[in-house]
């Protein structure tokens, strides 16, 4: 029997262009003499659509699509992913159509870190084997496995850069691909349709590729699993974001400082959408060093992206007078936390004067630690359409920057950015800072801080922690880096973790005010909901007095 895999960019909304591309594809099947046509999840909509699924209107429009499809299976078994809409009922169901009859199956409700079905969707026991051809298939979603002589596997499934991949069962499974989004979540569909029958892989599609494939599931050749790449990722997150947001058409505006984050950022959108796309802006202090504004000057020769630099002294300056002139407060009398931020709203400000000459959008530099710890000023770094590397830590851009200067094949980050662990000692030719006062550094214990960052509220959370840390259980990474920071002594251990998780707690207003987040887990920032409270810790306290103890 032949099979027809379509990993399909399902443009989100779009019915009309994905009902067009599905009928070419059937075309392409029937002449290729396929037996059965496979779609993804949600083909004609798109799955991650908010509340659109509440109107009532664009719901019976979305499910006219079926009877349409219908139409097309006289002489082909077509299977697909989509509403059925009925009564103000909303059942998101996968169908199988042959010779204008069909079999459907409805999907039981997933709650996802950024999707929550049941807010939309009802549920129904709807569900029959199916016999085609001497065989008994079963229609499945995402990696459900059904008793059955074949399942079939529709999904709409985003990347996680920490997800293991499992092959297993008489399937044929096909997974969307592209880019979904609502929300603060852009998630990207990783595609990676594969055959596996009789314990064999006969068939995978690359992963963030649209792709046709015909395979008999009688095959006796064995293929090899495909791999996922996170630059692959979020370089097709960044340019279906462009291309459905921004019709590709727009210009990227960008803060390039010279650090780490602005250099890594830039590259990815020279990577996805081409130099002459990227405008970047160097806006320098008196803070700045030399170092960074000639890293900022290489990479945007080395890229050929539009460069601009200039100082916003002036600016900053203009800023502070106006206080003390004009209002009566000296902004630099008590603290330097005021003109700090000034500093990173000037640029903030630019960068949208900048943007509105040029006709363009921000992107977004923060990554995923300044974020939960508000290292960031609002309506200063914190600006964007997207963030680009806001699920990402500060240790995982270090791998990811790397791989950018790989595929550039020559140095377009600046490797003097980069950590060198020798010995067990970190070497910093350029340890990161903000730039926004003389000799600041920032304040995060890299490589632990970004571990927890990671995994709190994922797979660890903070009293496992601290018990792990009394029981001498925690994984051997977490405590390399808590002996390399002298936390193993409890008080030092017990001073970081209550400064933390103050600092994440106070600032999860700004959490809340940051752009949309290119997410490269399923569960990420952008998706966690913030109460804005005091908790009650009276487990902390007691678990932190027996720490203090020991």
């Known amino acids: ?43 004609i909509s798109g799955y991650l659509l908010g509340d659109q699924w509440l109107d009532d209107a664009w719901c019976r429009y979305v499910d006219s699509f079926n009877e349409r499809l219908v139409e097309e299976s006289e002489d082909i078994a077509i299977v697909w992913g989509n509403i059925r809409y009925r009564n103000q009922r909303r059942f998101n169901a996968a169908f199988f159509a042959y010779q204008k009859k069909t079999h459907m199956r409805v999907k039981k409700n997933v709650n996802a870190d950024y999707q929550c079905d049941a807010r939309y ?34 999904d709409a499934h985003p990347y996680d850069m920490e997800e293991a991949n499992d092959l297993y069962g008489n399937v044929v499974y096909v997974n969307a691909v592209g880019m979904q989004n609502q929300g603060k979540n852009v998630m990207v569909m990783q595609g990676g349709s594969y055959v596996h029958n009789q314990r064999k892989l006969l068939y995978q599609a690359p992963y963030f590729q649209a792709d046709y494939a015909v395979v008999d599931i009688h095959a006796q050749k064995e293929v090899q ?8 990722a979020l370089t097709l997150g960044i340019r279906e974001f462009d291309k459905q947001i921004f019709n590709a058409k727009m210009p990227w505006i960008i803060g390039l400082s010279g650090g780490l984050d602005s250099s890594v950022s830039c590259a990815l959108l020279a990577y996805a ?43 900053v300056d203009a800023s502070r007078d106006t206080f003390l002139k004009e209002y009566g407060f000296d902004a630099q009398k008590d603290s330097t936390l005021v003109m700090e931020n000034i500093q990173a709203r000037a640029r903030g400000y630019l960068l949208g004067g900048f943007a509105g000459i040029l ?52 140095e377009v980050v600046p490797m ?19 730039e926004l006062k003389e000799d600041q550094y920032d304040p995060m214990k890299w490589f632990y801080h970004d571990y927890l960052v990671d995994h709190l509220g994922r797979n660890l959370d903070v009293l496992s922690l601290m018990e792990g840390y009394l029981n001498h259980t925690l994984e051997e990474e977490l405590m390399k880096w808590i002996k390399y920071y002298q936390l193993d002594e409890p008080q030092n251990f017990i001073k970081d973790l209550d ?19 290119l997410c490269v887990h399923k569960r990420s920032l952008a998706s966690q909901i913030d109460a804005q409270m005091q908790v009650d810790r009276t487990q902390y306290e007691q678990l932190k007095q027996r720490i203090l103890a020991m």
């Open 359 to 410: 006709g363009g959008v921000i992107a977004n530099n923060g990554n995923k630690v300044e974020y939960m710890l508000g290292y960031c000023t609002l309506y200063g770094d914190s600006v964007g359409a997207l963030s680009l590397i806001g699920d990402l830590t500060k240790v995982q851009l270090f791998a990811l920057a790397e791989e950018l200067n790989k595929r550039f094949a020559k």
């Open 499 to 517: 400064w933390f998780l103050n600092t994440a707690s106070r600032n999860g207003f700004k959490r809340l005010q940051t752009p949309p987040m």
């Open 273 to 315: 959408l081409g130099a002459k796309r990227v405008h970047g802006f160097n806006m320098a202090t008196k803070y700045n060093r030399d170092t960074t504004i000639s890293n900022a000057q290489k990479e945007a020769a080395a890229l050929g992206i539009h460069y601009h630099d200039g100082s916003i002294q002036m600016l």
């Open 121 to 154: 969707f009802e549920e129904s026991s709807i569900n029959s084997a199916i016999g085609f051809k001497n065989y008994v298939l079963a229609l499945n979603f995402q990696n459900e496995i059904t008793l059955a002589d074949l399942n079939i596997n529709i």
């Open 1 to 43: 029997m032949k099979v027809a895999l379509v990993t399909m960019n399902v443009l989100q909304g779009k019915c009309e262009e994905n009902f067009s591309f599905m009928m070419d594809k059937i075309q392409q099947a029937k002449k290729d003499h396929v037996d059965i046509i496979v779609f993804p999840q949600n083909a």
């Open 225 to 232: 699993p495909q791999k996922k790449h996170l630059l692959d």
């Open 416 to 434: 003097n950015l980069l950590p060198v662990l020798e010995e067990n000692k970190l070497h910093w030719e350029m340890a990161p800072s903000a």
